[in-house]
């Protein structure tokens, strides 16, 4: 059900969408892409992600998710992730965690910001990094899901191997 945009970023995009919503329908939820929005008032033209009906969805009932991806490398990105400072002694590693959940935790805020009331399902904005970290509710929803079908690891890794299939093409 991919956009027939031809362009990495729509790509990883959509390729992702599509990931979430077969694990979605593989546990039992329904699953529609490109949900519009239905809310009284709302502009017609919006669309979340996926419209998730069912346990799989962040709530356990029903939700739309939007998947988003921030480029921690680009220069807006940059100067957001700058106002965290490195606390004294605090390993870079950490640090850099804690730079990422920023800027995520922003983009998340942005998307329910822009999507205030479109949708009669509670709306769920995920935020990904480009090179794969996940915010904090998108952890915890995708360790849900993975969760919910016991020995089904390749969830995870087909959620990788786009990442790193569209790493590698804005690499060509």
Same mark, same amino acid.
């Given at each position: 059900?991919?956009?027939?945009? /031809?362009?990495?970023?729509? #790509?990883?995009?959509?390729?992702?969408? @599509?990931?979430?919503?077969?694990?979605?329908?593989?546990?039992?939820?329904? +699953?529609? /892409?490109?949900?519009?929005?239905?809310?009284?008032?709302?502009?017609?033209?919006?669309?979340?992600?996926?419209?998730?009906?069912?346990?799989?969805?962040?709530?356990?009932? #029903?939700? &739309?998710? @939007? &998947?988003?991806?921030? +480029?921690?490398?680009?220069?807006?990105?940059?100067?957001?992730? /700058?106002?965290?400072?490195? !606390?004294?002694?605090?390993?870079?590693?950490?640090?850099?965690?804690? !730079?990422?959940? =920023?800027?995520?935790? %922003?983009?998340? $805020?942005?998307?329910?910001?822009? =999507? =205030? /009331?479109?949708?009669?399902?509670?709306?769920?904005?995920?935020? %990904?990094?480009?090179?794969?970290?996940?915010?904090? $509710?998108?952890?915890?929803?995708?360790?849900?899901?993975? #969760?919910? $079908? !016991?020995?089904?690891?390749?969830?995870? %890794?087909?959620?990788?191997? &786009?990442?790193?299939? +569209?790493?590698?093409?804005?690499?060509?």
């Amino acid at each position: 059900m991919s956009t027939t945009i /031809n362009c990495p970023r729509c #790509a990883r995009h959509d390729a992702f969408r @599509d990931i979430l919503a077969r694990r979605a329908a593989e546990i039992g939820s329904s +699953a529609t /892409n490109e949900q519009r929005a239905d809310a009284p008032g709302a502009n017609s033209s919006t669309r979340g992600d996926i419209l998730i009906q069912g346990s799989a969805a962040p709530d356990g009932v #029903a939700g &739309v998710i @939007d &998947v988003t991806f921030a +480029a921690a490398a680009s220069p807006t990105n940059q100067s957001r992730m /700058n106002t965290i400072k490195r !606390q004294l002694g605090e390993p870079a590693v950490d640090w850099t965690k804690r !730079q990422l959940r =920023y800027l995520l935790a %922003f983009h998340e $805020k942005e998307k329910r910001i822009k =999507y =205030y /009331n479109s949708f009669r399902a509670p709306f769920t904005p995920m935020a %990904f990094s480009t090179g794969g970290f996940s915010s904090l $509710k998108s952890k915890a929803w995708l360790l849900r899901l993975q #969760a919910a $079908k !016991q020995g089904s690891e390749s969830f995870i %890794f087909d959620l990788s191997a &786009v990442i790193v299939r +569209a790493r590698a093409a804005a690499l060509h």
